[in-house]
């Protein structure tokens, strides 16, 4: 649906996206994660035609955002981070306009905002100033805007930005309805929000892509960096001495507390689950066990450890 190949785009010394190269699926929920100042909005900006870039080329189902500008547009359905709204119209009146720059005429704006406002879940407020409406109503009428002429492609930037829980819960469920008939790209730089909707998560870090999968593969690809949390009734020196005995660990940090207790964090090598042979290694040595866990990399721990200036780094030399 969506092909991006070595994009780039210089703000004179500033490279604010380097080399940028993905393919969007249709039929898919994409997330486009990564901290503030990534390039994010930058990238969406280029995918929509709203922005030039310095190089590259972006075809959207074929046709280029660039050279074809008229056609591909007419694909895209775009909610920037900051809805264009004009706030003295009503929400009817602001469709119709957009409608109208959309092509549409006649009898066809009436029926196209009507099902608009169904989908968004604003057809009760139709007839009210948008000024006078709730940030949580503003965002849907932005999404309702995007979706006029029914595009393939669905752009959101930061949908769910300054929204209170219970307006983004509600915003992340019309994104998920949203997903069964288009395809959806958000950017974001929060986590949960990816977790909850996407299907596809993209990490970028500095103006370029340092990872492309699903939440769960990308969970499972980092799964290697199991970790186990112990505490138990000895000094730190005796837990050492016990957790030698066992296979397939380092141990990588052990603190006594006051209790008389030791904590100790033990990374795993391999894909094994080594508590059976940690909880016989202490019940060998007569000393009990107060804490036995696993935790294994979540999407934040992979986040932070690609976006990081070291991440970074090793991204952009690859």
């Known amino acids: 649906m969506i092909e991006v190949k070595h994009l780039t785009k210089k703000y004179g010394d500033h490279l604010a996206v380097s080399d940028l190269s993905f393919t969007v699926e249709e039929g898919q929920i994409y997330g486009f994660l990564g901290p503030n100042g990534a390039g994010k909005s930058t990238t969406m900006n280029i995918m929509t035609g709203c922005l030039a870039a310095t190089s590259g080329e972006v075809l959207i189902d074929g046709h280029d955002i660039f050279e074809d500008a008229a056609e591909a547009k007419k694909l895209i359905g775009y909610l920037p981070e900051l809805p264009p709204l004009y706030v003295d119209r009503t929400v009817r009146e602001y ?9 549409l005429k006649g009898a066809d704006i009436n029926a196209e905002t009507a099902r608009v406002a169904e989908l968004a879940g604003i057809t ?13 109503y503003r965002q849907r009428v932005g999404i309702a805007q995007a979706l006029l002429g029914d595009p393939k492609v ?32 958000l950017s974001s730089h929060i986590l949960s929000e990816v977790q909850a909707v996407c299907t596809t998560v993209m990490i ?35 837990i050492v001495e016990i957790l030698s005995e066992v296979s397939g660990i380092n141990v990588t940090a052990v603190s006594g507390t006051d209790d008389g207790q030791s904590k100790a964090s033990i990374e795993v090598i391999g894909d094994s689950d080594v508590r059976r042979d940690i909880f016989f290694a202490f019940t060998k040595a007569g000393v009990p066990i107060i804490r036995l866990d696993t935790a294994k990399a979540s999407l934040e721990d992979i986040f932070l450890e690609l976006t990081d200036d070291s991440g970074a780094k090793e991204a952009r030399d690859k």
């Open 95 to 103: 469709l119709g306009f957009v409608a109208m720059a959309k092509g």
């Open 204 to 238: 970028i870090a500095h103006g370029k892509l340092v990872a492309c999968d699903t939440p769960e593969k990308l969970e499972s690809l980092f799964a290697g960096k199991t970790t186990v949390e112990l505490t138990a009734e000895a000094d730190s020196e005796r």
């Open 124 to 136: 009760a407020v139709l007839d009210r100033l948008i000024k006078n409406l709730s940030k949580g």
């Open 154 to 185: 669905i752009i959101l930037d930061e949908p769910t930005v300054g929204l209170d829980p219970k307006q983004i819960s509600e915003i992340r469920e019309l994104i998920s309805s949203l997903g069964k008939a288009h395809t959806v790209i």
